[in-house]
């Protein structure tokens, strides 16, 4: 088997992992709204996320520590971006976000193999080191899908606090103020308290909305990038991992195989 085919059989995987990365952006933008209103469901969205940037990752990884020359490696990444874009859908918004990931992909390339260069033996660990920047870029992704169908579910819809939110704020302020009122008029002041506090949280949302409303999908959006890149680290040996034991498999099938080299070395010292 040539090299040109054995470097196109690995790279298959993260095409197919990019396409399932822009499908599950898709779903993100699609669920935005849920994230209004958390429900259950927003834990299965989340869980589909988690797995297509492992897939991703763990592909990416693959290209980047086997495709040579570099450049090879660089554009099977630029068309897993195409990848993305379809699986997500094709538009302009959706295609400057996918040149994020095109731009972190290619820097990780770049790193993983500048990392593999100067070792003595092949390692699965500047691929672990590098991954940062490819998680950035991937989070950024889902949070701009998300970021997109926020500011479309405001736009159509509007801005409204959760019930359930407004019940949680309002059970505790009922508590400090009702409760201090005679037994016999706690049923009367609890229905018109619940009515003056969802009215006046109601008038200030609208109130804020018409000031602000082009940010808060951008507010949402940021906070979520935020909190997703601190929680990758919980994940981001999983890539490494799957690595790990896909290597070996690989010499197995004869794939790929291990060779030394010689090398001279030139250095500067005193004599």
């Not at 926020?150 to 505790?172: C, R």
């Not at 009702?178 to 619940?194: D, H, I, K, M, W």
Request: aromatic residues 10%; proline residues 4%.
């Amino acid at each position: 088997m040539s090299r040109v085919i054995k470097s196109a059989v690995i790279s298959l995987p993260v095409l197919a992992a990019g396409y399932y990365f822009g499908v599950v952006c898709g779903q993100v933008s699609e669920s935005a709204g849920m994230l209004l209103d958390p429900s259950w469901e927003l834990l299965g969205v989340l869980g589909y996320f988690a797995l297509a940037l492992c897939l991703l990752a763990a592909s990416a990884g693959l290209v980047a520590a086997l495709v040579r020359p570099v450049w090879a490696g660089m554009i099977v990444l630029a068309i897993s971006g195409l990848f993305i874009w379809l699986g997500w859908g094709v538009g302009l918004k959706n295609g400057a976000l996918v040149l994020v990931y095109v731009a972190g992909a290619w820097f990780y390339a770049v790193n993983v193999a500048r990392e593999q260069s100067e070792r003595l033996s092949f390692s699965t660990r500047p691929l672990g080191l590098a991954q940062n920047v490819l998680f950035m870029a991937l989070i950024f992704l889902a949070c701009g899908s998300l970021y997109l169908g926020l500011s479309e579910h405001i736009e159509q819809e509007g801005f409204t606090i959760p019930e359930a939110y407004l019940d949680a704020i309002a059970g505790q302020l009922e508590q400090q103020i009702v409760g201090q009122l005679p037994e016999s008029e706690r049923p009367a002041a609890q229905a018109q308290f619940r009515e003056q506090f969802q009215s006046t949280m109601q008038g200030m949302v609208e109130n804020i909305m018409g000031r602000y409303r082009p940010y808060f999908a951008l507010l949402i959006a940021a906070g979520m990038f935020f909190t997703l890149t601190s929680l990758s680290s919980l994940i981001a040996w999983i890539p490494t991992l799957v690595l790990s034991a896909i290597f070996p498999l690989l010499k197995s099938v004869r794939l790929v195989e291990e060779v030394s080299e010689s090398r001279s070395v030139t250095r500067l010292v005193i004599r």
